[in-house]
């Protein structure tokens, strides 16, 4: 079978996948990197990693990951700061909104500072040196987009 020009950018993950949402664009990079790196990139190209202060965000950031069929997990922009969790864009502390897996944040072996959030949603700590794919999120409200990169 012989894909299209437009069909092959689509596979490759040039193409960016748009998504429409009232809320804040989400941009899901499948490159890996450590989370330091992750939120360089983000700040540089967006505003920072994903930040989430509400269900319809989080319904948001899931909804997208489900479209593309992302089945893995990914670095969101919180951190423990002192035995204190905080969002990256401006340092402020852990909301009402909680999606931890069961027997989650753990802080296994003293070194799991940084979250990611998997394909259903749910939030993990890790070390933040290990290499994951990312979601950025650049801020604009009415109309949000998605970005997927190789």
Known sequence: MELSP???LIITGILPHILSSRLRGYHLIRDKMNFN??????????????????PD????????????????????????????????IDNSELGSVRMWSNGEPNNNNVKEECVKIDGSGKWYDAPCQDPNQ?????????????????
């Open 57 to 88: 965000e989080l319904k948001a950031i899931t909804a997208e990951a489900q479209r593309l069929g992302f089945k893995s997990e990914a670095w969101i922009g919180m951190y423990n700061d002192v035995n204190s969790w905080h969002w990256s």
């Open 37 to 54: 790196g992750s939120w360089n990139y983000c700040k540089q190209n967006f505003i920072s990693l994903a930040v989430v202060n509400s």
């Open 6 to 8: 437009f069909q092959l």
């Open 134 to 150: 990312f979601v950025c999120y650049n801020g604009k409200n009415l109309t949000s987009y998605s970005s997927l990169t190789n």
